[in-house]
């Protein structure tokens, strides 16, 4: 599992990706060893995740008889949910990569996003045990939700203009299908596991 000082290396270059320096690509390991350990970036994720499940659970309960109790079931399928959500659109986007012909971009593609993901599930980590502590701010923490997936969006983006070049139809289609989907399939899969609010 990559330490803390690898990762902070990794995180860097994401940052200078960002920034649009292709410089930032040198960071990243995109080898094939890299892209297998750029899946670490799970568990190095998993606290944040758990924090945002017990506000998911909290959010959950409101909606249940007092006397309700969530056992370990419930946090599976919020795991499965998760899986899911990092899963498919790297999948999705490995076939387009493949029909595109991208070759090794689409390494660098996904090990850009898995690192990427640590930094937003803590923010929204933060943002969970907010909502749980200080219910009374949720319009203000809903805006600053939403400014995160603006933030996402335009930080993939713009990792992917620098991994793709100058393709702005490319950059667009890849960052869509990269984000859409798991908005899609998190709807979906909650209301199919049964972890849905009500």
């Not at 190095?44 to 370990?72: H, I, K």
Request: charged content about 10%; glycine content about 8%; hydrophobic content about 60%.
């Amino acid at each position: 599992m990559p330490g803390l000082n690898e990762v902070r290396v990794y995180l860097s270059g994401l940052w200078l990706l960002i920034r649009g320096e292709a410089a930032g690509l040198k960071r990243l390991d995109i080898s094939d060893r890299g892209l297998m350990r750029s899946f670490w970036a799970i568990l190095w994720c998993l606290p944040a995740m758990t924090v945002s499940w017990l506000w998911w659970r909290a959010l959950y309960l409101r909606g249940m008889p007092q006397d309700t109790e969530l056992g370990g079931i419930f946090f599976f399928r919020l795991a499965m949910l998760e899986l899911a959500n990092w899963l498919v659109p790297l999948i999705l986007i490995g076939f387009m990569a493949w029909g595109l012909a991208l070759g090794r971009k689409y390494y660098a593609i996904v090990v850009a996003v898995n690192w990427l993901s640590v930094p937003f599930a803590y923010a929204y980590a933060v943002l969970s045990l907010l909502l749980m502590l200080a219910p009374n701010l949720n319009g203000i923490l809903s805006l600053i939700w939403l400014m995160l997936m603006i933030a996402l969006i335009v930080s993939v983006s713009r990792i992917f203009r620098v991994i793709c070049g100058q393709h702005p139809l490319m950059v667009a289609t890849l960052t869509m299908v990269l984000i859409v989907p798991t908005m899609l399939l998190s709807d979906s899969l909650e209301r199919f596991l049964g972890i849905y609010p009500g």
